[in-house]
């Protein structure tokens, strides 16, 4: 078990032995660990060595200059001069905060980055100034259109955080897809099956084998099949990739550059990076601040209200799973497998650093 | 078949009986008439009775006055004094229109209003001036959340338009369900079973029995159950109602009012009818309008391009079935089957005018 503070500090030495300023490194080890802590680990520590390969093949700007390059009163288009996709993203949130200070709402589009980690982490910075959070991200291509064998579009993630007053805030926080990626890497590493619903073979027929994204398959939208709404699906990942890229000026759908150094740079290029999308919107621009948290928690013990399915003791909130899981992360500490484990420590030993 | 000028026609003078405007009625007919055209008939002429019954039963206002009882320099909230929905609806995108001139983006949501018809509807009229169009409403509750038997939660629509160059606009229009309610209605009538993955019981067990409904049942949100991400579609339908209900100030959840007068008004009240939620987004706000445009049309035929599993001719673009259904039903005339048309002509009756 290790420590958030020991879990931070390795993480903050990393990127600045990498070359990222002390206030840059600070900002990435806080999102990933909040992905440690809110028990997305598939967006945590495991990650740090893709981000040390990306660098390592100068694929990735730890000296970045992140800049508004257009704006309007309440939006702003950044450019994240190819940095860590934190440190594009909590700059971008932090305009769309600013914007909404004065215009009611805030909207920033960001080009040029990589990935950020968990949007969660974004939406919920909205939540310290009264307003409502709102990222969206796109990624790397694995999923299909509905009716198509082609992977067109990422797992892109929405995620939403909405402030309450006595009650915990509303977070949403999910992929597009009906299981997220990290997910069916586990199933993999494990040699098991999945459920059907999840993937398609090249061929498009359906699939229980997550190894077949090695051979021509495909990721499932939301819906899994056209008759259980994958188009509905298809339609929320495919806004999440225009409003991240073609608003941003990045790259779309199969043309968003990888996230591993493994996998080689595109070809085609139909814009700058990846791309993501902000917003925040404050909560009087709509409603007297106590008025609306309090009809949140109305909204919200409404809900835990529901009556459970039998063999279930409560019908859950958007956002309690993931806080849960942080109170229980805080006290028993952080769990690596010694597989990431050994990962960190070989990324130590070639950055002059030590992890134990 | 009947002609779009003949239902218009007939549309508008039916409301304009009940006491509405010309203006209003004319709005009315409008959205009813989309409704039809683009192949959402359970959101078309099935649905005039309905508001009938309503007015009849003195649950809806045919005088109102629609009025912002909130700003900011990009939000307001509209409260439509109980008016027929697509009054308060196009009103309120309007706003949003307006605040978007000034500030770059408008947000508008609306409380004391009605069942408007398809939401794809007012997402469109940003696309006239260059903007992305986004709309939102919450519905009578029929939907459980996950590893709920409650009904907490209506069939929550979500429509975003996107304007492109060339190409037609991408226009996404779907509820947070894995079906709608209306096609649900249908099997019923026909005395069909539907698949696994819409319903479940009183008991919370899958069902394939549409009449289900009647008996305790609960429709499931998108996604069907938990393992093929119904927390997803629960969190999207979540959203969509706090978005419309809390923002504005209307009733939420459980407690959204019944659209229908067969249904008794409920006893409990948390805010003032039902709520909607209206975005409008300028281009040139993030991107010079014309660049913005051209990329679109490059994402639009990307994914056209993408292959199509055996068996199936193209991939789709959101938008594009409910416009070749425009163009046919153009050509072709509008079809009624007999038990609308009896509806129809008995409202007119009652109404003192003719429909044949």
Chains 1, 2 share one sequence.
């Not at 909404?100 to 909205?126: L, P, Q």
């Not at 579009?153 to 597009?176: E, S």
């Not at 084998?209 to 899994?224: A, E, F, N, Q, V």
Request: charged content about 25%.
């Amino acid at each position: 078990m290790y420590t958030y503070n020991y879990l931070f500090d390795f993480t903050k030495n990393v990127f600045m032995k990498m070359g990222c300023s002390e206030h840059d490194s600070k900002i990435i080890a806080d999102v990933f660990l909040a992905a440690e802590m809110r028990d997305h680990a598939s967006h945590g520590m495991i990650r740090i060595k893709d981000y040390y390969e990306l660098w390592k093949a100068r694929r990735i700007n730890t000296d970045p200059q992140v800049t508004i390059v257009h704006e309007s009163p309440s939006t702003a288009v950044i450019d994240g001069d190819n940095a860590v996709g934190m440190v594009v993203a909590r700059r971008s949130m932090e305009t769309a905060i600013e914007k909404a200070k004065k215009a009611g709402t805030g909207w920033v589009a960001a080009r040029n980055s990589n990935h950020f980690g968990i949007a969660g982490y974004y939406a919920m910075m909205a939540l310290e100034t009264d307003m409502i959070g709102i990222c969206l991200t796109n990624a790397n291509p694995l999923v299909a259109p509905v009716f198509s064998i082609s992977r067109m579009i990422g797992t892109n993630p929405i995620a939403v955080a909405i402030p309450a007053m006595k009650q915990p805030p509303f977070v949403a926080d999910f992929a597009t897809t009906p299981i997220a990626r990290g997910k069916l890497a586990v199933a993999e590493k494990k040699g098991e099956k999945v459920p059907f619903g999840y993937l398609q073979d090249k061929n498009g027929l359906p699939s229980d084998d997550p190894t077949i994204l090695k051979s021509g398959g495909s990721m499932l939208p939301l819906g899994g099949d056209r008759v259980h709404g994958s188009h509905k699906g298809y339609c929320l990942s495919s806004i999440v990739d225009i409003f991240s890229a073609v608003f941003s000026g990045a790259n779309f759908g199969p043309f968003v550059p990888p996230s591993v150094a493994y996998l080689p740079v595109l070809d085609k290029k139909v814009g700058k990076g990846t791309g993501h999308f902000f917003g925040a919107m404050r909560i009087d621009a709509f409603q007297p601040a106590n008025e609306f948290k309090t009809k949140m928690d109305e909204w919200i013990e409404t809900f835990r209200s529901a009556k459970p399915v039998k063999g279930q003791e409560r019908v859950m909130i958007p956002g309690d799973p993931e806080r849960e899981a942080e109170e229980r992360n805080r006290k028993d500490g952080i769990k690596l497998v010694p597989a990431i484990k050994d990962d960190l420590v070989a990324v130590a030993k070639e950055l002059g650093i030590e992890f134990k």
